[in-house]
Structures are given as structure tokens and as C-alpha cells.
């Protein structure tokens, strides 16, 4: 769990660098004219090549020892999507989501399909062990030596996702993850599931989320806060804790992070942390990981 004193020093300065690259990549591409799309995409490949986060490089392990990816990415604008589960050597998923978005029929693929995709659109390919880290070996150890468990139940590395609205007043989000330690028979979890984990709407806003996925799947919970937003009129802060209060009372435990249309954003955890930052136009930009910490977002 993301609590103070449970996370080592170096692992914890660890996430905060990596938030604030990922944070001036997606700034650099807005600050340019660039689109939220863009700067989602940039910002999630860089948490994607960093070892401290569940995505890419860094990613937890299934129970049989190997590593399988899932990403999706989505257009406010357009509300086209492109995701991919179950990937294997594509070194960034989320930039093979978005080909699946623009370059195929589809809105998602998965596994060897999409693996064969992401090789017929020369995108960037990697053996598998590049991803592998001795910190989510050890995690594999520790869960699979606890018999009580199916898998991971603490969700403890979670999902990285991406929200941007860009000059033009369009939004987009993008996710990306391993899933969860010790997943088994081919699981999928929320992060690639459009409306569940990765929703963008210009007529509401953008949600990224993570935390126990099956939850997520079941209160839709991306679509469900932008339906909130445009249905009800409620703000993005209030639409956030009123889902995820719903998905607390299934039963499920996690985040999102909320762009909206208006240009305002939010974020709602159940949990005691959660990897988060935020940059605006203006210059601001803060970096949290634990629930006393402020973004000042709402």
C-alpha cells in the first residue's frame, strides 16, 4: 500500500521523478500546440520505461512467471479508442493502442493478434525479459508462497494512465499496465476496457483509473463519471468520489484522475496513496503520492 514509511526512500523518489518526466513530456507536447492525444501518449511511454511503475519496463509478473501487457488510449474528440491486452514484446503498449485506433478496423486486440500487429507497424519490440525487474520477481514469490490468495488481493503496483485537455478544449486518456501479481487463465483487468478504465469524452472529460480491476469493470467507472459530468451537470471532483464511492461499496479499492472539458481536473482515491501530478499552462506543476498531500486540483 502507498503509506508513509511502507515504501523505501529511494523507491518513493523513484515515483516522483518518474511523475515529473512524465509530466514534462505531456507539458513539452501541449506547450507546443500539440493535442491532448499526444500528450497523453507521451506521457504514459515514460512511465512505461520506468522500472518503478506497473507498466512496460517494471510491469508485475502473471503466476506462471511472465509478463503480459494491456494499454488503451481514447479521443475526446472523436470518442475513436484503441486497446491491446495480453501483449508481450511491444516496448510501448500505449502507442500500439493508439495504432489499433488508427490504423485498424478494431478497438482492441489482444495477444498473439496484436502482437502481430504491433510488428507490422514497426513499432518498437523488445524481448520479454526487458521488462522483467528482481523487485516484481520477489513480489511473485511473496504472493504465490501466501496459498490464502488467487493473486495480488492488496493491488499494491497499480496501473499509470494519462489526462490531458489541449488548447482546442479536447481531451484524451490513455492507461497503461501489467495487471496484477500473480494473474491467472488470461485475466483482464479494467485499464484496457473502454468505459471502465480509460473513457474521454470532449462533451464531459477524460478519466484514467487503477485499483482492483474487476470493480472497475462492473461500475463502468469511466464512463460512469463522465455520464455524471454530462447527464448531471456535476463537476468533475464530485462525479469522481460519487463512483468511486460506489465502487467502495462493491466491495473495490482504487483511483482515477479527471480532465475535464472545462479545463477543470480532479482526482479520487480509496486508497492511503496514489501516484499523481499535475501541470498546467500557467507553469504550475505538483507531484503526490500520499493521501495528505494536496494537488489543490479541484
Given at each position: 500500500m502507498l503509506e508513509r514509511g511502507k515504501i523505501a526512500p529511494e523507491a518513493e523518489q523513484g515515483a516522483?521523478?518518474?511523475?515529473?518526466?512524465?509530466?514534462?513530456?505531456?507539458?513539452?507536447?501541449?506547450?507546443?500546440?500539440?493535442?491532448a492525444l499526444d500528450a497523453v501518449e507521451a506521457a504514459v511511454r515514460v512511465l512505461e520505461d520506468d522500472p518503478h511503475f506497473n507498466a512496460g519496463r517494471g510491469a508485475v509478473f502473471t503466476y506462471e512467471g511472465d509478463i503480459r501487457l494491456d494499454a488503451a488510449i481514447m479521443d475526446g474528440a472523436s470518442r475513436d479508442a484503441g486497446a491491446v491486452t495480453g501483449v508481450h514484446a511491444t516496448r510501448n503498449p500505449v502507442s500500439l493502442a493508439r495504432a489499433v485506433m488508427e490504423k485498424s478496423p478494431h478497438v482492441m486486440l489482444s495477444g498473439v493478434g496484436a502482437d502481430q500487429f504491433s510488428r507490422e507497424q514497426d513499432l518498437g519490440q523488445v524481448d520479454p525479459s526487458w521488462f522483467a525487474t528482481e523487485e516484481r520477481r520477489r513480489?511473485?514469490?511473496?504472493?504465490?508462497?501466501?496459498?490464502?490468495?488467487?493473486?495480488?488481493?492488496?493491488m499494491k503496483y497499480g496501473t499509470v494512465g494519462a489526462v490531458a485537455r489541449d488548447r482546442e478544449g479536447h481531451v484524451a486518456a490513455a492507461?497503461?499496465?501489467?495487471?496484477?501479481?500473480?494473474?491467472?487463465?488470461?485475466?483482464?483487468?479494467?485499464?484496457?476496457?473502454?468505459?471502465?478504465?480509460?473513457?474521454?469524452?470532449?462533451?464531459?472529460c477524460a478519466v484514467s483509473a487503477t485499483?482492483?480491476?474487476?470493480?472497475?469493470?462492473?461500475?463502468?467507472?469511466?464512463?460512469?463519471?463522465?455520464?455524471?459530468?454530462?447527464?448531471?451537470?456535476?463537476?468533475?471532483?464530485?462525479?469522481?468520489?460519487?463512483?468511486?464511492?460506489?465502487?467502495?461499496?462493491l466491495g473495490g479499492t482504487g483511483g482515477v484522475v479527471v480532465a475535464g472539458a472545462d479545463g477543470s481536473v480532479a482526482s479520487s482515491f480509496t486508497t492511503a496513496g496514489m501516484n499523481r501530478g499535475y501541470a498546467d499552462a500557467s507553469g504550475a506543476r505538483r507531484v503526490a503520492i500520499y493521501g495528505d498531500e494536496s494537488l489543490d486540483e479541484r
Open positions: 516522483r521523478d518518474g511523475l515529473a518526466r512524465a509530466l514534462d513530456a505531456g507539458s513539452a507536447v501541449l506547450s507546443s500546440g500539440g493535442t513480489q511473485l514469490d511473496v504472493m504465490k508462497a501466501d496459498k490464502t490468495d488467487w493473486f495480488d488481493v492488496d492507461t497503461s499496465t501489467g495487471g496484477i501479481t500473480g494473474k491467472r487463465w488470461g485475466r483482464i483487468g479494467d485499464s484496457p476496457l473502454i468505459g471502465a478504465g480509460t473513457y474521454a469524452d470532449d462533451r464531459a485499483g482492483s480491476g474487476e470493480f472497475f469493470i462492473r461500475e463502468s467507472v469511466s464512463h460512469e463519471i463522465a455520464a455524471r459530468i454530462r447527464m448531471l451537470g456535476d463537476g468533475a471532483a464530485h462525479a469522481a468520489d460519487a463512483v468511486m464511492a460506489e465502487v467502495t461499496a
